[in-house]
């Protein structure tokens, strides 16, 4: 089940509780092009294979996503922030803060190539993630599965992160 669900431009979730949610507390659909996700408390959202804070879906023809995901708090999601890996799907997480209470990946970028592990491929037009704090420290804070078809690409800057190395903490797909 999805707590909420949107396929229109300029959406907002704003100073919300979002909970208990086996698919995904937010999901972004295709058309939505410009949502922003802000001062939300976003937490148990847990379930095998699915599980997230916040979703960005696959665009249709020509028609993308892009959400910006803004100064919320995370704890125990399988993801805070994922995406699929399709081309005209992006997002930018800033000023989020991740709890130490997690199940996977904190901000995760899916590839196009390979089905069962989403690894390979496209991975979205871009992904920007800066000035988060990442507490959760069992798995990597940024997991980018797939090659950006935008120039901007992935940039990941300015977090603060409670692993051990900057290998633990972010992992990049090269072809």
């Known amino acids: 089940s999805t707590g909420v669900s949107t396929t229109f431009k300029d959406f907002r979730v704003d100073n919300c509780e979002l909970w208990g949610w086996s698919s995904a507390s937010i999901s972004i659909g ?4 410009n949502a922003l996700i802000d001062h939300n408390f976003i937490h148990h959202n847990r379930r095998t294979g699915m599980g997230y804070g916040v979703v960005t ?3 249709i023809g020509n028609i993308g996503v892009f959400a910006t995901i803004e100064a919320n708090i ?3 999601c399988r993801h805070d922030v994922a995406s699929t890996g399709w081309n005209l799907t992006s997002y930018e997480a800033r000023y989020n803060v991740v709890l130490p209470r997690e199940q996977g ?3 995760d970028r899916h590839g196009t190539q390979d089905p069962g592990s989403w690894v390979g491929g496209v991975g979205g037009d871009y992904t920007l993630v800066h000035h988060n704090t990442i507490q959760y420290i069992k798995s990597q804070g940024v997991h980018v599965r797939g090659v950006p078809t935008k120039e ?3 940039q990941v800057h300015h977090n603060w992160f409670y692993h051990s190395s900057q290998s633990d903490a972010i ?3 090269t072809p």
């Not at 295709?30 to 092009?33: A, E, H, L, V, Y």
């Open 171 to 173: 992992w990049f797909y």
């Open 30 to 33: 295709t058309g939505s092009t």
């Open 152 to 154: 901007k690409g992935v």
């Open 74 to 76: 995370f704890e125990a």
């Open 57 to 59: 879906g696959r665009s």
């Open 105 to 107: 990946t904190s901000f």
